[in-house]
């Protein structure tokens, strides 16, 4: 612990800078805290999509791996046999591209084998959104 002798307006200074500090603080915890929720949010929304995709790098189910999607070029991962429109669309998995496919991706990508789930909540997009970034 440290003892500072302060005096004159130095205290009211240093009381406002300890505030400024605590608050900080405060507004760290929180933001960790919002973003641990909006992961596991997403990962209760994920179940929808779990059934053909897989949270596992390693593995591929009826869907690729969705393990690193987040700026993956579309259709990219080996030992998974995508369609011919999903191969010539030219995306790369941005957050905006995958909100779109997300919303509609028969819309996005006509063509797609993958079939038609539509999530447009734009709360639940984000909270899927931030668990993929987290995988």
Not at 77 to 87: G, H
């Amino acid at each position: 612990m440290f003892l500072v002798h302060i005096e004159g307006n130095n205290k009211m200074k240093i009381k406002i800078l300890g505030m400024a500090i605590v608050a900080v603080v405060i507004s760290f915890a929180s933001s960790a805290s919002d973003e641990k929720m909006m992961i596991l949010a997403g990962q209760e929304i994920f179940k929808k999509c779990s059934s053909c995709h897989s949270s596992d790098s390693s593995k591929n189910t009826f869907g690729p791996s969705l393990t690193g999607v987040i700026n993956r070029k579309a259709a990219s991962l080996p030992r998974f046999a995508y369609s011919e429109a999903l191969k010539k669309s030219g995306l790369t998995w941005t957050e905006a591209n995958l909100r779109r496919w997300i919303a509609g991706n028969d819309i996005l990508v006509p063509g797609t084998r993958m079939r038609h789930v539509q999530i447009t909540d734009i709360a639940e997009q984000n909270y899927l959104l931030a668990y993929l970034k987290s995988l």
